[in-house]
């Protein structure tokens, strides 16, 4: 499969282990952030999103926690497996933008160890 | 699978020449997003069709163009290809609301030689 992550910070987890992605974002004015997993040769599959009118929002396995303040976003992931290893980033998006506007940070490998 | 369709998967070409991407969208999406995704700027926003007609536009280069068709499917036209048009192109596709998130296909992997 194709690699987009040969120069991203890498972040390196046991099985089972819980993980921490982060991300700054740019814009202090953009209000949907989304979380993405991109595994090598396919392509980019959310996971996640969260306005920012919320601090924090759960998924299955996954908890997305917004910081408005400091610009900062997270992704956690409880009992990583192997299956989760994929570049993950986030992307966020003005008011009243949709898609077209989403503006992606640059990514996370993610390196689940058996 | 995303149901999002991108064909050819792989492409190898020459500089200056002149490749078509070609796109099936979900079955039900009118909407279909174009993006580039090289290691050194991430993914990029080109351009946005909604129902046959242009209706954003982001960093596509004038090289570049795009099109979709009645029956909602979407080709990226890049002409006189360059060496730093090697990337991954993506498609995505939605209902064109803003409201449900977009699918991507699995891209296009091109390179020019």
């Known amino acids: 499969g194709e690699s987009v992550g040969l120069h991203l910070p890498t972040l390196s987890v046991q099985e089972g282990d819980n993980s921490i992605i982060n991300c700054a974002y740019s814009n202090s004015a953009s209000d949907y952030f989304i979380w993405y997993k991109q595994e090598s040769g396919k392509g980019p599959q959310f996971i996640i999103d969260i306005r920012s009118n919320m601090d924090k929002r759960q998924g299955q396995r996954v908890t997305v926690l917004l910081n408005k303040t400091v610009k900062h976003l997270s992704l956690q992931i409880a009992a990583t497996q192997p299956g989760d290893s994929a570049v993950y980033f986030c992307?966020?998006?003005?008011?009243?933008?949709?898609?077209?506007?989403?503006?992606f940070g640059k990514g996370t490998m993610l390196l689940v160890s058996p | 699978d995303s149901g999002v369709t991108q064909t050819p998967k792989h492409l190898i070409t020459a500089t200056g020449q002149r490749v078509t991407l070609r796109c099936s969208p979900r079955?039900?999406?009118?909407?279909v997003y174009w993006y580039q995704q090289s290691l050194d700027q991430g993914l990029q926003f080109l351009i946005q069709?909604?129902?046959?007609?242009?209706?954003a536009k982001g960093n596509i280069l004038e090289r570049f163009s795009a099109q979709q068709f009645p029956d909602l499917h979407s080709e990226l036209n890049l002409s006189s290809l360059e060496l730093g048009d090697s990337a991954l192109y993506f498609c995505a596709s939605d209902d064109g609301t803003g409201v449900t998130e977009a699918f991507f296909g699995q891209g296009t992997r091109l390179t020019v030689v």
């Open positions: 069709y909604y129902n046959g007609e242009e209706r």
């Open positions: 992307a966020e998006t003005a008011p009243d933008g949709g898609y077209s506007t989403l503006t």
């Open positions: 079955s039900g999406d009118l909407s």
